[in-house]
């Protein structure tokens, strides 16, 4: 059963607000463990990155943290030397304070990109952010809003598995692809799980997830997903290691579809599904060519059951498959209403379609029958709200 992040034994949250964003609204996050955390981290692909990415990315050698540090509002990309040490300075403060190295830190910042970091502010609310840290559901509902900027909603959420508990708090909306990933996530765990078998198992999770979703196809500067697992004792093996896995990599996904639906003026999920093609690569390309292509999506936000725009958007993904063989279909509400099949439309009801597809979610899935492989993707409509909002972004 899923929920909203929730409170994990061995960790402290807060969020509060320093002055970083001009309407007073929280923007210093904070997660403090009570003792030094396995730790794996995947980051931002873009070759411009922010001066925390490259700091935290230093940061993941030692395969230890024991705090993370997030401010909103700001990027702290793009600002050069006076960015790198506002980062640094934020760093030995906080390592300062809580007695442990500045390489056990990860920083993030989220924002304008471009503009220089406001250290003053940010240093004056580290002492409150440090004494606001607890383990209350108030005090981790503040670290969910403290790390958002354009969001409508704090995204993330909380299972247990096998006694252990993983809370998943992310925020995004806009400047979402899938080259990890556009977006902060952070996952916070008891569980005992260990060196390299947490890095793998990480990027696994994030690559079905966080790096599985689609608004605009932009990368960001400062994207960063990070695990933390404090669990003590013998690591998770086997099948407990796999029980592990998977309820991480179903929370991720909660976490990562919140994302979409947040997409910046969506007004709809959408799944796609890519099944029988000759390899993962291959499915993967397809998948995210129909996700990403502005006929489709328009057609999305329009209700529109074109499913011509799909299979011209799978035609064109730089993969082979025979056009006579393939099938879509779209699917919602427990009800599946085929649309092509082995080259040639079907019959199916239009207006029926249409009403599936005002849905807040539905999904269509194509199969090409060439081989076993398959890919999932979730992604939104383009409307006019994401036109408005980004093209006022910084005026």
């Known amino acids: 059963m899923m929920n909203k992040p929730s409170a994990v034994p061995g960790f402290r949250l807060s969020g509060v607000a320093c002055g970083i964003k001009p309407d007073g609204a ?11 955390c396995a730790m794996a981290a995947v980051y931002t692909q873009n070759r411009v990155q ?9 940061h993941r050698a030692g395969g230890l943290a024991q705090a993370i540090l997030v401010n909103s509002g700001n990027a702290n990309a793009c600002t050069g030397q006076v960015g790198f040490d506002a980062c640094m300075l934020s760093l030995s403060t906080l390592a300062q304070k809580l007695g442990c190295p500045e390489s056990m830190i990860q920083v993030a910042s989220t924002g304008v990109i471009g503009v220089p970091l406001p ?21 981790v509902d503040d670290f969910s809003k403290a790390i958002c900027t354009t969001d409508r909603f704090p995204k993330g959420a909380a299972v247990c598995v096998d006694g252990y508990s993983i ?6 909306a ?6 990890m990933a556009t977006m902060l996530a952070y996952a916070l765990t008891d569980a005992p799980v260990h060196g390299a078998d947490l890095q793998a198992l990480w990027k696994r999770c994030v690559d079905s997830s966080f790096n599985a979703v689609m608004v605009d196809g932009d990368t960001s500067t400062n994207d960063t997903a990070v695990l933390l697992a404090g669990g003590q004792g013998e690591a998770l093996s086997g099948k407990g290691l796999e029980r592990f896995e998977a309820a991480l990599r179903e929370a991720c996904q909660q976490a990562a579809v ?31 060519t129909i996700a990403l292509s502005p006929l489709c999506k328009t057609a999305f936000f329009g209700a529109d059951p074109n499913w011509g725009r799909i299979v011209a958007a799978a035609g064109r993904a730089g993969v082979e498959f025979d056009a006579q063989k393939i ?3 779209l699917s919602g509400d427990d009800q599946v209403i085929a649309l092509f099949d082995q080259g040639v439309p079907l019959g199916f009801d239009k207006a029926q379609a249409q009403i599936l597809m005002r849905n807040k979610r539905f999904a269509f899935h194509l199969e090409l029958r060439t081989g076993s492989s398959e890919a999932r993707i979730w992604t939104c409509d383009l409307g006019h709200n994401y036109v ?5 972004y910084t005026t």
């Open 327 to 329: 099938r879509l279909s």
């Open 167 to 172: 809370s998943v708090f992310a925020k995004g």
């Open 258 to 288: 919140q994302i979409v639906e947040d997409g910046e003026g969506a007004r709809c999920v959408v799944e796609i599904t890519v099944s029988g093609a000759p390899n993962d690569d291959a499915a993967q390309r397809v998948a995210r």
């Open 119 to 139: 250290i003053a502010p940010l240093l004056e609310g580290l002492p409150a952010a440090v004494a606001a840290a607890g383990r209350q559901q108030q005090q």
């Open 50 to 58: 922010a001066a925390p990415v490259e700091i935290s990315r230093a």
């Open 174 to 179: 806009g400047m979402i692809a899938p080259n």
């Open 26 to 36: 929280l923007d210093l996050a904070l997660v403090i463990a009570d003792s030094p």
């Open 388 to 392: 408005t909002l980004n093209a006022e």
